[in-house]
């Protein structure tokens, strides 16, 4: 169910420090925005000076994939597709929430 797993991502997503997400119309990703984060440097010693740096150190440190939004003209943002199963996409949300938990 798209919509559940749309909920649940949103809702996980605007739960992590210094992102917003809003929530997509019939789409199967999300853009939230990272604004928060830019300026930030992770427990890795990276300074978050856009979303492709964001997107870099999240893959590096944590293991989740996203893609930076200033690909797609959206910037400071990222993409996340919903379109997996629940388990995956908790896990990728917890481990953006402790990524974004630890930054400095």
Not at 11 to 20: D, F, P, R, W, Y
Not at 37 to 54: L, V
Not at 70 to 84: D, H, I
Request: net charge negative.
């Amino acid at each position: 169910n798209f919509v559940r797993r749309r909920n649940m991502v949103v809702e996980m997503l605007n739960a992590a420090e210094g992102i917003v997400c809003p929530t997509p119309e019939g789409a199967f990703y999300v853009y939230p925005s990272i604004a928060g984060c830019i300026g930030k440097t992770t427990p890795a010693g990276t300074k978050i000076e856009n979303d492709e740096i964001f997107a870099t150190a999240l893959l590096e440190e944590t293991g989740v994939a996203v893609v930076f939004g200033a690909a797609f003209g959206l910037s400071p943002n990222f993409r996340v597709s919903y379109a997996t199963s629940d388990e995956a996409l908790k896990i990728a949300c917890g481990r953006i929430q402790e990524f974004c938990a630890a930054l400095r």
